[in-house]
Structure formats: structure tokens, C-alpha cells
């Protein structure tokens, strides 16, 4: 069975580049969905890259359905790729890197391995993938789908979610989502240098700062009165 969608509309570039000043981790301090699971990890540390998400699912031993994606690809999109579980067989090589980046596209993320020789860092496509595989996939085109909601590392990726991609990780946001999150998250960042400065000087104190220091301490005199009280 194939379902192949129109290419979703592309993320306003200048909320891509708002996106583009924050750390993933940033965002993941107020938001807990849309995190790729830490399994599916950036193949080339210190890259950051933004772009919008095009999807494609190909089963096991069959990647057909990417080499149809790529075709379709744009400037600025990041491939999202779901292998429906299997973490068997590498459904990217060094081909597929060249020609995705020849089509215009930032980055590639994969739940799944690729092979040793895809040459991401050659070719100058970054890449989140879960780990290595020699044993390839061939490109059968037995069924698929192509911009279909999809679920990469645990969270639901549809086609033209805004994508943040560092070496903390991925994540995907609706781009509703993007500006008041991102926004929130350079405030954050703003914010360190004085609070690291704070600390240099001698206010070493993590729990009084965070505001947890009291809560802590009145939970544990709260155990230890019950303990004492069935003693």
C-alpha cells in the first residue's frame, strides 16, 4: 500500500531563524513532547540546523519510498524518516546523503540506523540517527507513505512541523508553536552568563535558587515524623 501527500508548506523562514538562536535543551526545560528520544543521536557534534519536516515510512527491508522522497525535496526541508520499528537494517547510505543535499535539504533524521559510509560529514548533511548497520535495505517499493504523520523517537512528527536539531538532540513544533517557545527559551539562555557569574562569586546554592530547597527539606521532616509515628 503507498500514500504519497503534497509537500507540506515550508516554516516562515523568520521564525526558523528565531528558532535557530535556541538549544533544544532550552525548550525541553517547559515543554516534555516533541523531544526525539536521546537513542536517535546527531552524527556530527556541534551542528545546529532548523528546517521543516517532510516525512516518509518505509518498513524493514524495503526503502523504496526514500529515493521517491528525495525527488520531491526542497531548499531548507528535513528529511524524517520512521522504519515502523525496525532497527535492523540501514535504510541511508552515502548515495542517499549526496542526493538529498544536491535537492536542497539540512539534515536527515532517522529512527533507525544508516550505514558507516554515509558520509554526512563529507557531504555536509548532519545527521540524527540511531546508530550503524552494514545490512542494507533495498529499494523494492512494496508500499510506504510519504508525508504522513509519522513517529520518530517517540514523538509524532507531521509534514511541515518546524524542526530544532542540535547535538542534545531533535525537536519538532508545530509552527504555531515556535515563536512563544523559542522566545521563552532565549530568555532563558539570556540569563545564564549572570547566573553562572553569581555562582563564580560564591552563591553555589542549586536548590535555593531553583526554589526547592524548602519543599525538600519540609517532605523529608514530613516521612521522617510518619516513620517515627508507626515506630
Known sequence: MYEINEMPAQVDPELLELLAQCRTESIGHHRHWGLVHGSIAATTPGVRVVGTAVTVACPGHDSGMIPYLIEMLRPGDVICIDRLGDNH?????????????LKGAVAV???????????????????????????????????GGINI?????????????????????????????????????????????????????????????????????DGAAAERAARDAKG
Open 149 to 217: 504523520p509519522v513517529s520518530i523517537g517517540g514523538a509524532v512528527v507531521l509534514p511541515g512541523y518546524a524542526v530544532l536539531a542540535d547535538e542534545s538532540g531533535v525537536l519538532v513544533l508545530p509552527p504555531d508553536d515556535v515563536r512563544y517557545l523559542a522566545e521563552m527559551a532565549i530568555g532563558r539562555q539570556n540569563a545564564y552568563p549572570a547566573s553562572h557569574e553569581r555562582m563564580r562569586a560564591g552563591e553555589v546554592e542549586p536548590a535555593k535558587r531553583l526554589g526547592i530547597r524548602q519543599k525538600i527539606a
Open 89 to 101: 537494517n540501514a535504510c541511508w547510505g552515502g548515495g542517499t546523503t549526496l542526493a538529498a543535499k
Open 109 to 143: 533524521v532517522i529512527d533507525g540506523p544508516s550505514t558507516g559510509s554515509s558520509k554526512f560529514d563529507e557531504f555536509e548533511l548532519p545527521g540524527w540517527i540511531k546508530g550503524y548497520s552494514p545490512i542494507t535495505c533495498h529499494p523494492y517499493g512494496n508500499g
